[in-house]
């Protein structure tokens, strides 16, 4: 889990770094690869009984926060 929540914000920060915007927007899509994986660590974590549901809804929310972010920026450096 710490793996999938380090690599989001670490291939943002790689892709801000890039030359162009589809170099950019292809570290965005490593990220938002990293989100999902996070998400399905948290709902494994809530089936085996290792995180409290209420705590998964939380955690489950801020991830698809992230992703919607993510996901939008996407699409705006593709309009560009």
Known sequence: MQ??????????????GRRSDKDFDRFIQISLGSAHELEYFVILSTDLNFLDTA???TL???INMVKKQLFSLSQKLKSL
């Open 3 to 16: 793996r999938a929540a380090y690599s989001i914000p670490s291939n943002f920060a790689e892709g801000c």
């Open 55 to 57: 705590i998964s809804s």
């Open 60 to 62: 489950i929310e801020e």
